[in-house]
């Protein structure tokens, strides 16, 4: 079984800093990304970053230059560095991993996270 457990999110003011983990357990084959979302109440779910399997690496525009997501293959660790907090960024992170369909031509396969709390004050 795969699981995907969040961890690092906490109370922050504005302007500071936070560090996000995600640690995956059991295996997951054909990974085509990972990546982290998060959603605000009220609001969609929407994509923060997400770093593909080659490597390259996706941003929401509100976050480029503030965030940034890096993994750690050998840890099976994906990590979210949150800098220059505002409180726009107040929402429940989640982790994501993307992998390929089981059978041909079907589509990805998702999973998630339970999501961690981020709460920046003002």
């Known amino acids: 079984q795969v699981q995907l457990v969040e961890s690092g999110g906490g109370l922050v003011q504005a302007g500071g800093s936070l560090r996000l983990s995600c640690a995956v357990s059991?295996?997951?084959?054909?990974?085509?990304?990972m990546g982290w979302y998060r959603q605000a109440p009220g609001k969609q779910r929407e994509l923060v970053a997400a770093v593909a399997s080659g490597g390259s690496t996706n941003y929401a525009n509100s976050v480029k230059g503030r965030f940034t997501i890096s993994r750690d293959n050998a840890k099976n660790t994906v990590y979210l560095q949150m800098n220059s907090l505002q409180s726009e960024d107040t929402a429940v992170y989640y982790c994501?991993?993307?992998?390929?369909?089981?059978?041909?031509?079907?589509?990805?396969?998702?999973?998630w996270g339970q999501g961690t709390q981020v709460t920046v004050s003002s």
């Open positions: 059991g295996s997951i084959f054909r990974v085509i990304a």
């Open positions: 994501n991993v993307r992998r390929a369909g089981d059978l041909v031509g079907a589509s990805v396969h998702d999973y």
